[in-house]
Structures are given as structure tokens and as C-alpha cells.
């Protein structure tokens, strides 16, 4: 019989009992909607992750201070807090797999007050000029501030979309004054949008100034441990700020006021971020990274790093580490769905066969071979399975089309899922199928003529 | 000789007790003959009838159809055989329900190995149809059809493939009088064509329409076995 001629017999066959077709192709359109909507959530938001990482910088690496923790169980053994500016300048001078570097304190959740606005900035970066090429940042309009206005603690800063936005009333905001912690600081550049990273959060909401701006008239001093005894006294702030003072009072810190700054003599910052050279060195300046902060820290062989190290490359490997438990998660409840949904069409082929016994006797006595009535039902069951294969497709794309719309989520349809959505669903038809169109083909006609 | 019955014998295996049905029938038949196959209820005629037309196999014996022994062949050339050689038609139609006249007629052909195309297909329909007068019902499911008709329907399906023997096993059976008639007309217009037409009945005064008529009795042939009358 020829394909098309079976196919037409077996969909007559399916439209004879339309509600009891649905009910059993149930399980694998449920089973097939989850994998559509599964894959195309998933590469959606592996996707986004992919564009985050690229806007961040694809070679950056970060160093940030504090032991490593494992299992919530600090493995560092009494290190204090240790990322000192003087580390990120050893870092630039030492390190030949590195590009740039920059130090990086926050000052998160500080209110920003510009005229009779005020808002609390997702990011207040303090931060070098490098820090803009790292993370791919752009200015937009006005200009990056330079290093001498961080040596001169200047208080000058740059202010994302966002802050445009919330601030200024979406007008231009260069040279508008903007105040933070009562410090006020002159916007000279706007940051071209980057919109939402890869946790959806917003990354034009940032405000970033001169480093030592921010650390020292922003979020106060933080001084090194006052009994510590390691000797990175021996570097001298005066190394790194060559315009600065020297720390004469520090026990005045609280009463420090913007205009009569003085500079303590350990400093910390929250960040070095920097870039290697190459994305293909990355892994060589991070191990020039370890080994010089571990001397200049003066770890022992058997202490464990007090600072910890982490890259862009990784940052995606983490993500989509998480992406890929789910996306298994997602999948084993699509498998069971399909083999559930697959027995049940093995019941009802077989309820089918039964029924039509006469049928097949029939065309047995006409001239059908076992083979022609095993083809027969194997399509049946096929087409039966591809029905609801399609239903599920459609049903999982508009699954993801509701997450996008309601949750928005970044979603992307995907052919290659369609594809394989069709071919297991051919395939639970040919494997569920398979039992009762034997079945069928065993038969004798004569026996299937005189069937009740 | 088209058709040559030598001993067969057909036995059912029911647990412990064997059911022997057939007990040694030899016949021979001629190509165009019409032969009736009478006998009382329960002498074996159906399940001659069905080793005939190659429904069911015999426990015994040779069965020569054209000179090809078929008795013993495999499964899908005895297929082939039904399809190609043999036309069967039985006591209840055997239509598929919802499913058009003319598509009960042509679903024999779905199984032919040479492909024709669906058009070919359906003008041999059409034209079976008008064969046994129902063209103009080609449309009709079979329960919008007469007992009569859906036989006559029953019939073209049978003679679709052209085949030199057509098996009925009591095709006026489930008839009244008047639609028996129609029947027999059309199996003695399908003879005078030159179809060799072998059929079972209770009714003498259908056996008397056929050139031959062969008694049959408790799974043995009484009389009519050969053509020249006489048992051999
Ligand atoms: N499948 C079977 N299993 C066991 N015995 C059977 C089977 N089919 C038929 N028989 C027996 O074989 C005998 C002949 O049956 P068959 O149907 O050939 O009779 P028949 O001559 O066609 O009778 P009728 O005129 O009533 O149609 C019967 O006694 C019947 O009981
Ligand atoms: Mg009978």
C-alpha cells in the first residue's frame, strides 16, 4: 500500500474517535510541549548569559579578598581582609599576562540626591579610568574622568542611563551637581546603556567615580588591622598617592570631614579588576595573579589563599552549569511524560486491534501480507504520536511566549527542538506502536473473519 | 485443470478431542465452469469454501490451483494468491462500515504489488461498479445500501484484480427472494464472461442455475467431484 494511501486509512481511522484520539495522544503532548518550552527558555537565557558575558569583557578576571569558602567552612587559616591598592599597582607592574587593572571599592545602598530628586543607585563603583575598557563600557556623552582625578580624590563621576533617568529627568546631566553621603560630586559623562544583565538586573543603574573619591569621603575609612603584624606596613601609601599627605591623626576618622581628608595608612579596596592580555592567557595571568598576591600577603605553602580569583569564562561555566540541572530536571519530567504517554497509546493500539480484528481479517482475505497490516498499524500509531507531537509543539511555544510576556524572560524558539520534538514523537509511536501492529500481523484471517 | 483437490483434509484440534471436518475431498474443476456446492448444515462446505480460497489452510492433502500447489505455500504468496487469483465473496458482505462503495471496491488494490495510481485505481472502480450496476452509488457508505446492493458491492471488490476464480460461500444467504435473484443473475452474467464461479447454497433452485452441482456429505463428496459426473 503506498504511504500516503496508509496514512489517509490510519488518520479515517483516528477521526472515527476523535475524543478518545486526544485523550491518548495527552501524555505526548504534554510530554513534547515541556521539552519546546523547556529548550526554548533555555537557549534563551543561555543566550542573554552569552550577550552578558560579552558586555562584561570576555577576558576580565577578578580578584576580591577573603578566604575561599568551601561548604560554608572557611578554608583560610585567620587571614585578615587583604586586597590593598598597592597589590592592584604590583599586579600591573609584575604580572606580564596583564592588561590593565584597577581597584574597585562599592558603595552600595547609599542614597544619590541630585536638585529635589533622590534615588539609591543599584551600583556606586569607585573605581580607575581602565575600569571603562574593561567592562566594555561607553561613554555617551561627556568624558571618562582621568587618573590624575583620581590621585586628586576629585569628585567628579559618571552616571548610567538609568540614573539619567531617575535623577535628571532624562536631561542632560553633565556638570549638574549630585550628592552622595553629603559628598557632592560633578557629573562630567553619561554611560551609554548596556540594559539587563544576565540576572536581569538593571546595569545602566550605576554611578561610577574616582576610587579614592568614593573610599575615602564616601564610605568612610577602613584601616588595616590595627595589631596585625605582617609587615605590609612596609609599603607606603605615599608609593601610591604621590600628591597625598601622610596619616598623621587616624583615631580623628570619624570626625574627618570631605575638605580635610586624611589618608590612612591601610587602605582597602573591595575589587581588582582586570584584563589579560589575551582571552587565551587568561589562565596563565591568573596564575602569575595567585602567586605574586600570595607572596606579597606572605602566605606559607601550606595556608590557603586569603583572596579568591574569579573569571568571566567561569562565570558562565557556573550559569550554565545551573542552566543544565534544570534543563535535566526539565527533562527527565518530559521523559516520564513521554513514556507514560507512550504506554498509553501502546493500550489503545491495542484496544484499536482488538476492534478491528474483522478489519484486518478482511484485508488479510484481500490480498494484505502480515507486513502490509504491521505497517499499517505502525503509522497509525505514528501518525496518532505526531498529532500530538504537533499539538505539543504548538502548546510549548506558547508556553515560552507566556513566560516571555509575563515574566520576561529572554526566550528563543528553536528549529533543532522542533526537530527533535518531531523525531520523538515518531519514535514513541514506533516503539509503543510496534507491540500491537505485531500483534495485528500475527493474526490468521480466517480467525479474524470469524472474530466476535 | 484450474482447480485440483487431492485428499484434503482438514481436522480441528479442540484440547483432547480431534474434530475431523473434511475426510479426504478430491475434485477437479475446469476453467469456466459453474459449480454449486450443496450439502446439509455442518457437512463442511465453509471450511472447504475457506481452504478454496486460501483462507485457511488444509491438515492435510494438495490443493493445484492454476498447477501451482498453494495448499503449502507461504503465508505471503497465499496473500498474493487471494489477491491476484481468487475472488471471495461472502455470506455478509464483509464491507467496511463508513467507507465509501468505491472505496470498498478499490481497497484490494492497495495491496497489489504493481502500483497504479490513485486515478487508475479509481476508474477500475468505477468501472467494477458498473459492472455490477452501481455506479451511481459509488458515494454511498454501505449501510445507506440494500442487502442486495452491498453484495453486488461485495462482488465488484471481489472481481477487482481480475481474477479467473470467484469463491461465494452462500452469497444469497442473507437475502430476500427478489435480491437473491439480482445476485444469481450477476454470478451467471460473471460466468458467461468466462469467470469460473464455485458457490455454496441450501437453495436447489440456485444449485439448478450452475452446470454442476456437487453433494456434499458429513466432509465427504457424494456426487459431482469430477466434471464427467462419477466419482474416480
Ligand atoms: N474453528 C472451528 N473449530 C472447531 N470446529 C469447527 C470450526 N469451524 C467449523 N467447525 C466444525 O466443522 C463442521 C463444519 O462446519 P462448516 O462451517 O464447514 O459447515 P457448513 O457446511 O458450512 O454448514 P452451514 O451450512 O451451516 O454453513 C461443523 O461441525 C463445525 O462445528
Ligand atoms: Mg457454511
Sequence with gaps: MSMIGTIIVALKALRRNPMRAMLTTLGIVIGIAAVIAMMEIGSGSSNSIRKSIEKMGANCIMVMPGAFRMGGVSQGSGSTMSLTPEDCEAVLRECVNVGKAVPVVNARGKQAVAGNLNYSPNNIIGTGPDFLSIRNWEIGEGRAFSDREVDERSRVCLVGATIVRELFNGQSPIDCELRIQNVTFKVIGVLKSKGANMMGGDEDDVVIAPWTTVRLRVTGLKYGSATSTTSKAATTPSELYPGSGVALYPEEKDNLRTDTLLIPRFIQIDQIVLTATAPERVDAAIGELTALLRERHKLKPEDADDFWIRNSAEFMTTITNTSKVMTNLLLCVALISLVVGGVGIMNIMLVSVTERTREIGLRMAVGARSTDILRQFLIESITLCLVGGAIGIMLGHGAALLVESQLGWPIESSPGAVAAAVIVSAGVGIVFGFYPAWKASRLDPIDALHYE | ?232
Design chain 2, 1 to 232: 485443470m484450474l482447480i485440483e483437490l487431492k485428499d484434503i483434509r482438514k481436522t480441528y484440534f479442540l484440547g483432547e478431542i480431534d474434530v475431523p471436518v473434511l475426510k479426504g475431498i478430491s475434485l477437479g474443476i475446469d476453467r469456466g465452469e459453474y459449480v454449486a456446492l450443496m450439502g446439509a448444515s455442518g457437512s463442511g462446505k465453509s471450511t472447504l469454501m475457506n481452504i478454496l480460497g486460501c483462507l485457511d489452510r488444509p491438515t492435510g492433502g494438495s490443493y493445484l490451483l492454476d498447477g501451482e500447489e498453494v495448499g503449502g505455500a507461504d503465508n505471503d504468496r497465499r496473500a498474493e494468491v487471494r489477491n491476484k487469483l481468487i475472488g471471495f465473496v461472502f455470506q455478509n458482505f464483509n464491507l467496511l462500515p463508513r467507507t465509501s462503495a468505491l472505496d470498498n471496491v478499490i481497497m484490494p488494490l492497495a495491496y497489489t504489488a504493481g502500483k497504479l495510481s490513485g486515478r487508475e485505481c479509481r476508474r477500475r472502480g468505477v468501472e467494477m461498479l458498473e459492472r455490477v450496476g452501481l455506479a451511481d452509488r459509488m458515494h454511498h457508505y454501505p449501510s445507506q445500501l440494500s442487502g442486495g446492493q452491498q453484495q453486488r458491492v461485495a462482488i465488484a471488490r471481489a472481481l477487482i484484480n481480475h481474477p479467473p476464480v470467484l469463491f461465494a460461500d452462500e452469497p444469497t444467504g442473507n437475502l430476500d427472494s427478489h435480491t437473491s435473484e439480482e445476485v444469481m443473475e450477476m454470478f451467471g452474467k460473471l460466468n458467461a464472461e468466462g469467470i469460473t464461479v464455485i458457490l455454496v447454497t441450501h437453495a436447489l433452485e440456485v444449485a439448478e442455475r450452475a452446470g454442476r452441482i456437487i453433494h456434499i456429505h458429513d466432509g465427504r463428496i457424494v456426487t459431482g467431484a469430477f466434471e464427467r459426473g462419477g466419482d474416480k
